[in-house]
T-cell receptor, first 113, second 112 residues
Framework: AQSVTQLDSQVPVFEEAPVELRCNYS??????LFWYVQYPNQGLQLLLK??????LVKGINGFEAEFNKSQTSFHLRKPSVHISDTAEYFC???????????FGQGTTLQVKP | NAGVTQTPKFRILKIGQSMTLQCTQD?????MYWYRQDPGMGLKLIYY???????DKGEVPNGYNVSRSTTEDFPLRLELAAPSQTSVYFC???????????FGEGSRLTVL
């Protein structure tokens, strides 16, 4: 069965600093990986996804993630964060031929002025 | 285009009561999902459906039931509500399993 672990529950960072949100997954079959963002009192929206091809994936709002099969990781990065990036970020994995999309526990990104 | 609509947005239940959370999407999506979100736990998949007439269990199905009689609707039924079911529930839909999920605004349920 697939699972997702987000290694940090909270990440505080100053505005304009770089940030990395870590995600590790486990699955015995091919995986498809996603990052979603949730702003306060809203549903989730897609940041980026990896299905195949280039392991470096670029998403919206300047975010990017790198798929590393040997380390079973899919870390999210942004070179310079803004106050508006303050939100909760979720890594998710879709594996095999089922319809299941499994989410990690979430990481709260707190951008400080 | 309304997207994914969930009702009600808020509800308080007494232990042992039953209720149905409604979810409707107008995007002709095949895949629909119900998740619950608890602080520090992320989103847990309750049930999902890959098309009308087809449903399957997710990670935490106990205490819930679903049906999918039409493409548009995917109601979630809580039987005999328990305090452990206090949570925020999200419905989501997708055209296919590898495409973006579109989420509703959530339904906050409290069981006292």
């Amino acid at each position: 069965a697939q699972s997702v672990t987000q290694l940090d529950s909270q990440v505080p960072v100053f505005e304009e600093a770089p940030v990395e949100l870590r995600c590790n997954y486990s699955s015995s079959v091919s995986v498809y990986l996603f990052w979603y963002v949730q702003y306060p009192n809203q549903g989730l929206q897609l940041l980026l996804k990896y299905l195949s091809g280039s392991t470096l994936v670029k998403g919206i709002n300047g975010f990017e993630a790198e798929f590393n099969k040997s380390q079973t990781s899919f870390h999210l990065r942004k070179p310079s964060v803004h106050i508006s990036d303050t939100a909760e970020y979720f890594c998710a994995v879709h594996s095999g031929n089922t319809g299941k999309l499994i989410f990690g526990q979430g990481t709260t990104l707190q951008v400080k002025p | 285009n309304a997207g994914v609509t969930q009702t009600p947005k808020f509800r308080i239940l007494k232990i042992g009561q039953s209720m149905t959370l409604q979810c409707t999407q107008d995007m002709n999506h095949n895949y629909m999902y119900w998740y619950r979100q608890d602080p520090g736990m992320g989103l847990k998949l309750i049930y999902y459906s890959v098309g009308a007439g087809i449903t399957d269990k997710g990670e935490v199905p106990n205490g819930y039931n679903v049906s999918r009689s039409t493409t548009e609707d995917f109601p979630l039924r809580l039987e005999l509500a328990a305090p452990s079911q206090t949570s925020v529930y999200f419905c989501a839909s997708s055209y296919s399993r590898l495409l973006e999920l579109f989420f509703g605004e959530g339904s906050r349920l409290t069981v006292l």
